[in-house]
């Protein structure tokens, strides 16, 4: 509040100043822009506004999405804002890719001639653990031995400075404050802590809403039930109740929040607890757990976890606590839930320490926990081989399903030392294969879910041990983990190797281990490669052949497997690895071990990418064939990994591939899908494919994709392809030979159901081989027209191919255009002066106005009959489009704004309330604005204008941009600058008066006008 009124009454004193200010330095000069620009020049020679782009931003082995950036932006600023809109990504962690090229934080994007609409990939990369880059720099000038000692000083040194920092003071301090927001809430509610008293009417009131909560459907009354429930939870009293709603006969609702209550209060309110009753409070604990051991099962988890919850508080008053829970007698309870309930209680330890509020540094509770680690260890270790030497029962199952979660919880929060774990890890994969084998060869091959829970639990307890922070250190203990997992575990996955198996989470598991280890331990495994040791090379070997099993898993992702996705962060962090080595022998030697390694990948690839037949498609669900597609994507960036290290040769390997889908095509075409596949794989390499590289197999694609009879094939063979041809445009330009046959398919496309697909390949194409379509240009406008003519494309479509439409219209003579214009253009003003005129603002109208507005946008982006690059192929253009009288040429867009004039303002006036429309409208004006530079000062005061009255009922802020790009272009022009001062005061008036008209902490309703005005003062002053 007091922020927002120094605000309220800073705000007019600054709008006042700001006001004053501005126009006065406005009008006073201009000499401002020639500091800016130099003299010698007109707008056309001054730097355009940078204008921004969108870049489609795709996550290895993850979503995408879009940001918006200048156009000069740099590689660090595009990370910045990707930032920005993703915090879990930082900028430390970011590694951004091109056509499989790293992009450089200093570079721009200009220099990777990345453009609008391009996608770059994003792989998140983890720094080197700090161990790693002391040891690797030191290594460089001591020996292995004393670089090792060094380290380890270093951490040991870390490490005490660590335990030392109070972090948990800034927690006590914001647990105070909460305790106090907490208990003023509840005076004023009514439910004030210390004085609240529940009798029996109060209690079953209590217990009431307890079960209504529980049961209840609807949201309102679950809301309502949920604020009384959480106040009565955070009161003294709850100390007292939680006991009366735990006892017996009480519904299982009323225990269980009974139960979550005392779980609370332990988690949160510990300190309420006076020491003289906390052995009090052991010895209540304990007998409800005896009271709930057999059942429900809620109850007594929640039971379990206070038990363990308060063997966190008081681990240092209680120093045997893990060796009298792991001996703790319960009578009258069978010995399988006595081993649960153990281990229940274990597990939760870990988790609590993580969780509960404490007085004291929470490094000091871990330090404590660490010295009962290897105890903790050694008992599952001992109860595991306990029942894998015995025949496994059903009830065996949850009790060492625990044990497993009990390993892997202390792992995670204490670590465990890879150098003593070797017989909890053999214990551990015992029980997998004792539970897996049985399964299969006792009864119909499929596990049990709680076999599945159990063996799932286990292989992520070893994932745990390998990924701990400090493994690293170990590498030879690392090294023989993996040979065990080896050994152990690639039997399950050659059996579970096949079409719809019924074990697929074993696998997934399995696979998910190997890849960890392998990216936890990637250096010295590769260093296999180049060791002198058979024994290493082959451990190498065998995780890379394992990897490969699992990318080439039969069946198809995700309906028929859901392995192979697991893979393809792999294949890129291999190829990152080797392809980064400084010492260059042994970058050679790794680069020769994988190119076979990769030369396969590339045909499973090529295979997990088909599409699934009519059929079984039919079956499958939205979120399936999503996934599908992300899938799809990740194959595709694979591919350009594969080509780092494969370069030419991986065109040759495609180029075979593509000849045996091409014979399997011609002998039925109900194989098409293994050959969009293979031109899938081709589409994937477009844009790192350089100027001569595979001009054979390219050129042979080519061929035969302007061959293939698509009216007898599936319509998706007829997409892809179509992609394909849009992506090598580039590759076109320097080999027109093959554009006509490209241009003819690209034309089936138009009139197919694949229209998307044919006008992005056609927007392409125009785009990269204007010139070159010279001699093709008009018959490609008269199918275009046709084409818009019939109305079979959707509104999408329609404007994108009006991009193309602009490109191709810039190379006709200067009479032809206007014909063109006239018969493709026209109809759009038409429409548009018809709905003005008839006053229509229903919601088809607006729709069909922003459609005709965005065509128009489209159009006035491409067309420019100056904006051809090279210099050559510009004046041959200049020389056809000459006038006759010697007059230089008129540029086209000027020609339809000085016709179609009054139908803009008309449509201002209509839609003036309508923020979408009006930023269409503004969108079109932009683009005419910053195509035409210079050539727009005939109709540049009727440009003002129109803005003007756009700015004197709606500031909308697109409005503002085109008015400062106005004044920075022409404001020193003396014959523009009376029109340009005017146009700065107006804007000045017009959004300092929305500032007035918004209501005090409104203001983040026009945050967009705020962004856009200030950035708009930035720009001139």
């Known amino acids: 509040m007091e922020t927002a009124f120094l605000f309220q009454r800073f705000k007019s004193n600054y709008i006042s100043m700001a006001i004053i200010f501005n126009y006065v ?117 001591y020996s292995e031995e004393v670089a090792d000692k060094i380290v380890k000083e270093f951490l040991k040194d870390y490490d005490e400075k660590m335990k030392q920092m109070s972090l948990d003071d800034m927690e006590r301090l914001v647990t105070s404050i909460l305790d106090l927001f907490h208990l003023t809430r509840k005076l004023s509610s009514g439910y004030n802590r210390g004085t609240m008293s529940l009798d029996s009417k109060k209690l079953e009131e209590l217990e009431l809403a307890c079960v209504q909560f529980y049961r209840s459907d609807g949201r309102t009354s679950q809301a309502q039930f949920h604020d009384l429930l ?52 052991k010895t209540k604990l304990l007998e409800a757990i005896v009271t709930y051991a057999s059942g429900p099962k809620l109850v007594l988890n929640r039971l379990c976890i206070s038990l363990s919850a308060f063997t966190v508080y008081t681990i240092h008053e209680w120093p045997s606590a893990i060796q009298d829970i792991i001996n703790l007698y319960l009578p009258n309870i069978d010995k399988n839930t006595q081993v649960w309930i153990i281990y229940e209680i274990l597990a939760g330890i870990p988790e609590m320490a993580n969780a509960i509020h404490m007085s004291v540094q929470r490094a000091l509770v871990r330090s404590e926990l660490a010295k009962h680690t290897g105890f903790v260890m050694k008992c599952c270790e001992q109860y595991i081989n306990s029942k894998v030497e015995a025949k496994l029962d059903d009830d065996d199952l949850p009790v060492l399903q625990n044990t497993a979660k009990c390993i892997k919880e202390w792992i995670m929060f204490t670590g465990y030392s890879l150098i003593e774990c070797e017989p909890l890890v053999v214990a551990l994969l015992k029980l997998v294969k004792r539970c897996y084998w049985d399964s299969v060869t006792e009864s119909d091959g499929c596990m049990s879910s709680d076999e599945s829970e159990l063996t799932s639990a286990c292989l992520k307890a070893l994932q745990c041990l390998m990924n701990q922070p400090d493994a690293q250190k170990y590498s030879a203990s690392a090294l023989n983990l993996m040979k065990l997992f080896l050994q152990a575990l690639t039997d399950i996955t050659r059996n579970e190797w096949k079409e719809n198996n019924l074990n697929e989470d074993i696998a997934f598991s399995i ?36 990897i490969l099993f699992c990318t080439n898993k039969p069946g198809i992702y995700p309906v028929e497997e859901s392995c192979s996705i697991l893979a393809m962060g792999f294949w890129y962090m291999l190829q990152d690895e080797v392809l980064s080595m400084g010492n260059i022998t042994d970058r050679t030697k790794c680069i020769a071990a994988i190119r076979p390694v990769y030369s396969h990948l590339v045909k499973i690839l090529v295979r997990k990418s088909q599409l699934p037949t009519e059929e079984s498609r039919k079956n499958w669900c939205a979120d399936d064939l999503e996934t599908f597609r992300c899938y799809r994507q990740d194959i595709a960036d694979t591919l350009l990994f594969c080509h780092e290290v494969l370069n030419e040769e991986m065109l040759t390997i495609l180029g075979q591939i593509l000849d045996e889908a091409l014979i399997a095509l011609q002998a039925s075409f109900e194989n098409w899908m293994q050959f969009e596949a293979v031109v899938h794989g081709f589409c994937s390499l477009a844009a790192q494919i350089e100027d001569d590289q595979g001009y054979q197999e390219i050129a042979k694609l080519m061929k035969i994709l302007s061959e293939i009879p698509y009216e007898n094939l599936n319509e998706k063979l007829l997409g892809t392809c179509l992609e394909t041809v849009g992506s090598y445009s580039e590759w076109l330009k320097l080999y027109p030979t093959f554009l006509l046959p490209s241009i003819e398919l690209l034309l089936k496309g138009l009139n197919s159901s694949m229209s998307s697909q044919a006008t992005l390949g056609l927007k392409d194409l125009t785009s ?254």
């Not at 109740?241 to 269980?256: H, I, L, N």
Request: net charge negative; aromatic share 8%; proline share 5%.
């Open 768 to 1021: 990269e081989c204007q010139f070159q379509l010279r001699p093709y240009c008009e018959p490609l406008l008269e199918q275009c027209q046709r084409i818009l003519l019939t109305g079979t494309l959707s509104n999408s479509d329609s404007v994108r191919l009006m991009y193309s439409i602009g490109k191709l219209m810039s190379l006709v003579p200067n009479e032809n255009i206007t014909m063109y214009l006239n018969a493709i253009v026209s109809p759009c003003f038409e429409e548009l002066q018809v709905l003005a005129q008839t006053r229509d603002v229903s919601n088809p109208a607006r729709t069909r106005t922003i459609f005709r507005l965005n065509m128009i946008s489209t159009l006035f982006l491409s067309l420019n009959t100056n904006n051809i690059s090279n210099d050559e192929e510009r004046q041959l253009v200049q020389r056809l489009q000459r006038d006759p009288s010697g007059a230089p040429p008129v540029q086209p867009i000027l020609i339809v704004l000085q016709r179609t004039m009054p139908v803009w303002k008309e449509i201002c006036t209509l839609w003036m309330n309508d923020m979408q429309v009006l930023e269409t409208l503004c969108g079109a004006v932009d683009h005419a604005l910053v195509n035409l530079m210079d050539d727009i000062k005939p109709l540049l005061s009727d440009l003002c204008c129109l803005i003007l009255g756009i700015f004197q009922n709606n500031c909308v802020p697109p409005a503002i941009e085109i008015a400062g790009k106005c004044i920075m272009m022409f404001a020193r022009d003396e014959h523009f600058q009376g029109t340009m001062r005017h146009v700065f005061a107006e804007i000045l008036i017009h959004v300092f008066r929305q500032f007035d008209q918004t209501q005090e902490g409104k203001l983040s309703d026009i945050s967009d006008l705020l962004e856009t005005f200030y950035g708009f003062n930035t720009k001139i002053v």
């Open 25 to 141: 330095h406005f009008v006073s000069s201009v000499n401002f822009f020639l500091l800016r620009y130099p003299s010698n020049g007109c707008a056309s020679n001054m730097r355009q506004p940078p204008s921004h782009m969108r870049l489609t931003i795709k996550v290895l082995q993850g979503s995408e999405f879009e940001i918006q950036i200048p156009e000069t932006a740099s590689i660090l600023d595009v990370k910045k804002e990707i930032a920005k809109v993703t915090p879990s990504y930082p900028i430390e962690y970011q590694k951004l890719l091109s056509s499989g090229r790293t992009l450089l934080d200093e570079k721009n994007l200009e220099f990777y001639k990345i453009k609008d609409l391009s996608k770059l990939m994003l792989v998140i990369k983890k720094p080197e653990p700090i161990n790693e880059i002391l040891m690797r720099n030191l290594k460089k000038y």
């Open 511 to 546: 696979y998910s281990l190997f890849i960890t280890s392998i990216e936890c331990h990637s250096r010295v495994i590769l260093s296999g490669i180049t060791s002198d040791s058979r024994e290493h090379y082959d451990l190498y070997d065998k995780l890379v052949q394992e």
């Open 230 to 281: 959480t106040q009565a939870q955070c009161s003294v009293e709850a100390w007292s109740f939680c006991w009366e709603m735990m006892q017996a006969g009480k519904p299982c609702e009323v225990q269980f929040f009974g139960a979550t209550t005392l779980h609370t209060k332990l988690m949160k309110y510990w300190t309420e607890v006076p020491v003289e009753m906390q052995n009090d409070l």
